[in-house]
């Protein structure tokens, strides 16, 4: 059972315009986010991440939301730019454990110049 | 620099064949995993460690083990390689603490079985 998930998987986006990538969880007890983007035969890397108590995150041109009531988070890429087309994976954790990663299936993320 | 390194970026090996993968970590991280990456299927967790000489299984162990024998070096082996197995390999590493919750990734091993 996937429990996280990202049912969009891919996604064209004009150069200029915001990005909006999104991510759905089945578990309530995951208590800190993550995405990570990643480039063809490269490791995954760190972009952003989220505490399960805040509902928002700012890091330059990147944004992640998150709504705990609805299980679903987002994250928001404005201005973006080709240098941003990539597979964008965003994953949940639980801190109370052992911090096991739970990925979802990824999104590619294509930006038109 | 924080830095997560696999042993190979290419392999290619023959069905049943035994194949070692292996990552070495410099971050004194207590954590280190081994994910495969498919089409349309993301990164599946195969194994973790946790520290040195345990492990727990991830959600698709069938057909792999693992060693860590010292913290920075984790390995991931395949008992008897099979042509499903061929996929990208993904080692990470984390420390579990709430200051810093990110995962360092290797480059990767794209392992193909003929």
């Known amino acids: 059972d996937q429990q996280v998930k990202q049912n969009s998987p891919s996604l064209s986006v004009q150069e200029g315009r915001i990005s909006i990538l999104n991510c759905d969880y089945t578990?309530?007890?995951?208590?800190?986010f993550l995405w990570y983007k990643k480039y063809p035969a490269e490791g995954p890397t760190f972009l952003i991440s989220?505490?399960?108590?805040?509902d928002k995150n700012e890091d330059g041109r990147f944004t992640v939301f998150l709504n705990k009531s609805a299980k679903h988070l987002s994250l928001h890429i404005v201005p973006s730019q080709p240098g941003d087309s990539a597979v964008y994976f965003c994953?949940?954790?639980?801190?109370?454990?052992?911090?096991?990663?739970?990925f979802g299936t990824g999104t590619r993320l294509k930006v038109l110049a | 620099d924080v830095k997560v390194t696999q042993s190979s970026r290419y392999l290619v090996k023959r069905t049943g064949e035994k194949v070692f993968l292996e990552c070495v970590q410099d971050?004194?991280?207590?954590?280190m995993f081994w994910y495969r990456q498919d089409p349309g299927l993301g990164l599946r967790l195969i194994y973790f460690?946790?520290?040195?000489?345990?492990?727990e299984k991830g959600d698709i162990p069938e057909g792999y083990s693992v060693s860590r024998e010292k913290k920075e070096r984790f390995s991931l082996i395949l008992e008897s390689a099979s042509t499903n197995q061929t996929s990208m390999y993904l080692c990470?590493?984390?420390?579990?603490?709430?200051?810093?919750?990110?995962?360092?990734f290797g480059q990767g091993t794209r392992l193909t079985v003929v």
């Open positions: 990470a590493s984390s420390r579990p603490n709430l200051m810093n919750t990110e995962a360092f």
């Open positions: 578990n309530s007890m995951f208590d800190y």
């Open positions: 989220i505490s399960s108590i805040k």
């Open positions: 994953a949940a954790i639980l801190t109370s454990g052992t911090y096991k990663y739970i």
């Open positions: 971050m004194d991280h207590e954590n």
């Open positions: 460690s946790y520290d040195v000489k345990m492990k």
